[in-house]
Each structure stands twice: as C-alpha cells, then as structure tokens.
C-alpha cells in the first residue's frame, strides 16, 4: 500500500531560523499533497498544500517544494515564531481516493 | 474554510458497550469522509473510507464488523465502535472532502475529534 514518510520526527530551532520538514511518497499516482498543522488538542489544519502540475508553492513564510520524479516534497518555514510550534503532518493522495498522512514533526521553536 | 462537526468530543464507557461518533459537514456536501484513528504523539491512521450512498473501505489490520461506518447523507457520517474494550481508547477523528467521488484533490476538512475512554 501506499506510504508516506516524513523527516525529522523533532525539530528544535531558534526564533527567526528557517525550518524544513521532508516527506517521500510511495505512489507515482498521487496528485496532491496536503500539508497540516496540529496544535495540542485541537483537529489538523490545512496549512498549505500543492498539486502535482506544481513544483513549488508560496504562501508568505510558508513553502513547499514538489519533486515528482523523486517522489519527494518539502515544507519550508521562514522566520519562524514561537507560534509555530506544533505537530505537522505531510499528506499524500494514493488510488486518488485516499489521504495518506506521513508520521509527522513535532517543531518547537525557541524565543 | 467549510465546517465539519465531531460529536461527541469526549465520551467514556464501559467495557462491552457500543459508542457512536458523529461527522456532519456543516456548510458543505462531503461526498467522501475518512475516518483516522490517532495514538498519542503519533500520526493519523486511516481506519476507513467511506463514500455516500455506498460501503465503507476499511484499510487492512480495521476490522469492519467493529467499527461500523454509515454514510447516510452527503453531511453526515457515524462510526460506531461496537463491544468496545480498553484497547479501543483512542482519538478518533473524521475529515470530509468535497472532492468528486473517487477523485482527492481537494482539501480535507477535519472534525475536532472524539476521545473515546474505555474502562
């Protein structure tokens, strides 16, 4: 079946430094790719997402990065602030009717 | 963004009992809802797939007959978590999509979740 994994599990970085979170993907199929944030005790939220006709996608501090033929995309946050703290999850379609979420990265970052 | 609602948020029961979650979108028709299970500290699990008007598709290893999923409605979707037993304590969340049957590529909308305690 289809699989997503995500790197790193944990990351730590200081206010204002760059963070990036990468995930692969198993099926050469899947067309959308989903990037969500979870705060402690509350539902995902759709941060950013990105289609396969895409190779990048910007949204303020946020960004994330499509390789088809690798298999790969990547999430980029800018300046980061303590607010984005959080639990983030990759996400990949497979069969087209599914949602298949990586294992997520639990990101604090420091003031 | 379009609402979806999880009722209830929080529900305990005993050993043996049978519990019902529900998913209603609120402000839109879900053609498909998923429904995920999620341990603590760790990812979401898709349990099953579920699609308007017809059967749930379970994912391998979720047992069909003990989580019951009924679509009824394009804005309504219930999981029922039958004899359930302690090692059904989880987190259980649904998502709905107003992706065309058969097609995601569209955003996924969550619920705000259901912990289920079972003693």
């Known amino acids: 079946g289809e699989n997503v994994e995500q790197h790193p599990s944990t990351l730590s970085v200081q206010e204002g430094d760059s963070a990036v979170i990468k995930c692969t993907y198993s099926d050469s199929a899947s067309n959308y790719f989903p990037w969500y944030k979870q705060e402690l005790g509350k539902r995902p939220q759709l941060i950013i997402d990105?289609?396969?006709?895409?190779g990048e996608k910007k949204d303020q501090r946020i960004a994330v990065t499509l390789n088809k033929t690798a298999k790969h995309f990547s999430l980029h946050i800018t300046e980061t602030q303590p607010e984005d703290s959080a639990v983030y999850f990759c996400?990949?379609?497979?069969?087209?009717?599914?949602?298949?979420f990586g294992t997520g990265t639990r990101l604090q970052v420091f003031p | 963004g379009a609402v979806v609602s999880q009722h209830p948020s929080r529900v305990i029961c005993k050993s043996g009992t049978s519990v019902k979650i529900e998913c209603r979108s609120l402000?839109?028709?879900?053609?498909?809802m998923f429904w995920y299970r999620q341990f603590p500290k760790q990812s979401l699990m898709l349990m099953a797939t579920s699609n308007e008007g017809s059967k749930a598709t379970y994912e391998q290893g979720v047992e069909k007959d003990k989580f019951l999923i009924n679509h009824a409605s394009l804005t309504l979707s219930t999981l029922t978590v039958t004899s359930a037993h302690p090692e059904d304590s989880s987190f259980y969340i649904c998502s709905a999509t107003t992706g065309t049957a058969g097609w995601i590529s569209t955003e996924a909308f969550f619920g705000q979740g259901t912990r289920l305690t079972v003693v």
């Open positions: 996400a990949a379609t497979y069969n087209t009717d599914k949602l298949i």
């Open positions: 402000d839109f028709q879900a053609t498909t």
């Open positions: 990105i289609r396969s006709n895409v």
